[in-house]
């Protein structure tokens, strides 16, 4: 007995399994809308890549240069 509660258990398991069904309902050719009504697909669907863009250049200045024996220090040249 509770090997044929085992088998009917696995066969309406694989029973109620079905392929998925894309078009929601709507049938072939139609799909589900935002607000849950059936629409006609239209043409294809044609995906473009993103544009890659360069960064930007940036300029940095030359730091401070500073005489032999002196450091840049609180925004001037400073000696040691």
Do not use: E
Not at 31 to 39: E, V
Not at 42 to 68: E, K, L, S
Request: glycine share 14%; aromatic share 12%.
């Amino acid at each position: 007995m509770k090997y044929l509660f085992a088998a009917v258990l696995v066969a309406a398991s694989f029973a109620s399994f079905s392929a998925a069904n894309a078009a929601g309902g709507c049938g072939p050719g139609y799909h589900r809308g935002p607000y849950g009504g059936c629409q006609p697909n239209r043409g294809r669907v044609v995906v473009v890549p993103p544009r890659v863009v360069a960064p930007p250049v940036v300029v940095v200045r030359p730091g401070r240069v500073c005489p032999r024996g002196f450091a840049w220090r609180y925004g001037r040249c400073r000696p040691f």
